[in-house]
């Protein structure tokens, strides 16, 4: 499994590649926790059901306003 991890520092990304598991052997440690939580977040992304109220794009802004003299 090749694992490319992108890391923001200030001003510039970081871009980790590892080709092969024996590559980042070193930081085995570091890694597969790592690749564990983001496996969950894919697998509970996939689950979530959401109503249709929240589901709605709501990202259109509102219809222009018209002011009237009573």
Known sequence: MQVILSVHRPG???NLT???PQ???DLHQSVIPLLDW???LRKFKNRVKLR???ARNNSLPP???ELKTR
């Open 12 to 14: 510039r990304w970081q």
């Open 18 to 20: 590892f080709p092969t």
């Open 23 to 25: 590559s980042w052997q």
């Open 38 to 40: 983001l496996e969950e």
């Open 52 to 54: 249709e109220e929240i």
């Open 63 to 65: 219809p222009k306003l």
